[in-house]
């Protein structure tokens, strides 16, 4: 069952034909379930990366880097079939989540990671999924699907093991919690304003205007940024750079994409896989042998996903 949706920029006309997407209730395809793959893959290595690179960069700056590396790469891809840009009232929920999500987000988590231990950080971040769903279910119409709220009560437990394993104990301060739960709730907010812009412009072209008004935004750390490009080793400014390009320009782009597939609930429902793959990368590139309480919490986190996907049984006619 599919329906349909307004042409992509540049075809905006009735007359034009138009694209079809799943509807809610559709499985997702194979293209789509490799998006959220990519993701998740993407966005647990942007962790390690930040701890690679964090000593070097400022929270601020750090922002700022991504973005712009961000922006020039996805900016190769999306400006030549960029045919109609945003006019209106349609830069709204643009604006909103460019400057919540790509920047306002990214800046308070990056400060909360300076004051955070890992367990804390990640409890707090997977807040996300839960906010979502229920911003899905109110704003979006989504309604609260049972094997969504179940699925996302286990996860949530396996996410809370994966920080009971992470052998630390919190030394986090009020300032880095509120920090925590502050881009938590921008993370959700915006993921929530970016659904309705997907029905007109693609993955690609929603996720660049977005990155382009958060890198506006962190445009003042920009004389912290060259300074510390110029005293930071090699190794971590090509850190920067893969942050830009992989978690950013293209982890972003694959999570729009799959949010124009399926409802924004269960998609917000796959990042609580996020914390164990960071625990696997960590392990590979690190050497950061995982707790069996991070393993336990990371199989723990895949029942809870697989439950997000279950569907209600529909009466026999």
Not at 5 to 34: V, Y
Not at 145 to 155: D, Q
């Amino acid at each position: 069952m599919t329906t349909t949706s307004p042409a992509e920029p540049g075809q905006p006309s009735p007359d034009l034909p138009q694209r079809t997407t799943p509807a809610p209730g559709a499985a997702m395809s194979k293209l789509g379930i490799a998006a959220v793959i990519v993701t998740v893959i993407l966005w647990a290595s942007a962790f390690v990366g930040i701890r690679a690179v964090g000593p070097h960069f400022s929270p601020g700056s750090l922002t700022l880097g991504r973005l712009a590396v961000a922006a020039v790469v996805l900016g190769i891809v999306v400006l030549p079939t960029l045919k109609v840009w945003p006019s209106g009232r349609e830069w709204l929920p643009i604006v909103a989540y460019g400057v919540m999500w790509f920047g306002g987000y990214n800046v308070a988590l990056n400060a909360a990671e300076h004051m955070l231990d890992a367990g804390t950080s990640a409890m707090l971040i997977n807040v996300s999924p839960i906010l979502i769903a229920i911003l899905a279910g109110i704003f979006l119409k989504e309604g609260f699907p049972r094997w969504l709220l179940i699925g996302s009560g286990v996860a949530f437990c396996g996410v809370a093991m994966i920080a009971l394993g992470s052998g630390q104990r919190s030394t986090a301060d009020v300032a880095g919690v509120l920090l925590c739960l502050l881009a938590a709730v921008l993370a959700s907010v915006s993921a929530i304003l970016q659904k309705p812009v997907l029905r007109k412009f693609t993955a690609g072209q929603a996720t660049w205007f977005g990155i382009m008004v958060g890198a506006i935004c962190c445009l003042p750390w920009t004389g912290q940024l060259i300074s510390e490009v110029q005293t930071a080793p090699i190794p971590a400014s090509l850190g920067l750079v893969y942050l830009g390009i992989f978690p950013t320009a293209i982890a972003f782009t694959t999570w729009a994409y799959a949010l124009s597939l399926i409802s924004a609930g269960k998609l917000a429902a796959t990042t609580y896989l996020v914390p164990g793959t960071t625990i696997l990368i960590s392990w590979a590139v690190l050497q950061e042998v995982p707790t069996i309480w991070g393993l336990i919490g990371g199989v723990v986190c895949l029942i809870g996903v697989g439950l997000t996907r279950r569907r209600m049984r529909q009466p026999l006619r």
